[in-house]
T-cell receptor, first 115, second 116 residues
């Protein structure tokens, strides 16, 4: 079946640097994508989402870029802080029928921010 | 505060025993979901419900059962047929169904189930 995957399982950065977390998706018909942050022992926390009719969306210190040509999604975190250390997941929602509302998650990237 | 409450936080199951994980939401969301997370892996969908009194199997439904008698509640039972139940279980909800389906899912803080 189709799935969402991540290029890098771990990413280490210095405090204040910008971080980029990448995600490859294989279902070209997916029309909605979400980034989540998960801290140890907690549930995933919504960060930002983007629909397939957009290429870029910005939030507070975060930007999501969608490249439908190569089926690639990225999350950029500006001025990364120690509190950003967590596992980051991308998820996609394939369209249609009973798939409405279902998400397919990638394996996650561990982001470690060093003070 | 509005949110999703999962209980208990930790749960232990004996051989041959069924256990039920609770999930309650006060967000007035129509859709609710159960996921399983194994160490170092992403989330896999067990069951989901888009409306009261209706639910569908996800990708790994074998050995699990659910009910959706109330909008705010979606309990998950891990039955004795689930031979490898040790995992972190996450419940989520979202507003979406139909044309409004593409809305983010909001998660509880999970229940960690272990075998005695």
């Amino acid at each position: 079946g189709e799935s969402v995957g991540l290029h890098l399982p771990t990413l280490s950065v210095q405090e204040g640097d910008n971080s980029i977390i990448n995600c490859a998706y294989s279902n070209s018909a997916s029309d909605y994508f979400i980034w989540y942050k998960q801290e140890s022992g907690k549930g995933p926390q919504f960060i930002i989402d983007i629909r397939s009719n957009m290429d870029k969306r910005q939030g507070q210190r975060v930007t999501v870029l969608l490249n439908k040509t190569v089926k690639h999604l990225s999350l950029q975190i500006a001025a990364t802080q120690p509190g950003d250390s967590a596992v980051y997941f991308c998820a996609e929602n394939p369209p249609g029928g009973t798939s409405y509302g279902k998400l397919t998650f990638g394996q996650g990237t561990i982001l470690t921010v060093h003070p | 505060d509005g949110g999703i409450t999962q209980s208990p936080k930790y749960l232990f199951r004996k051989e041959g025993q069924n256990v039920t994980l609770s999930c309650e939401q006060n967000l007035n969301h129509d859709a609710m979901y159960w996921y399983r997370q194994d160490p170092g892996q992403g989330l896999r969908l067990i069951y989901y419900s888009q409306i009261v009194n209706d639910f569908q199997k996800g990708d790994i439904a074998e050995g699990y059962s659910v009910s959706r008698e109330k909008k705010e509640s979606f309990p998950l039972t891990v039955t004795s047929a689930q031979k490898n139940p040790t995992a972190f279980y996450l419940c989520a909800s979202s507003t979406g169904q139909g044309v409004f389906a593409n809305q983010p899912q909001h998660f509880g803080d999970g229940t960690r189930l272990s075998i005695l």
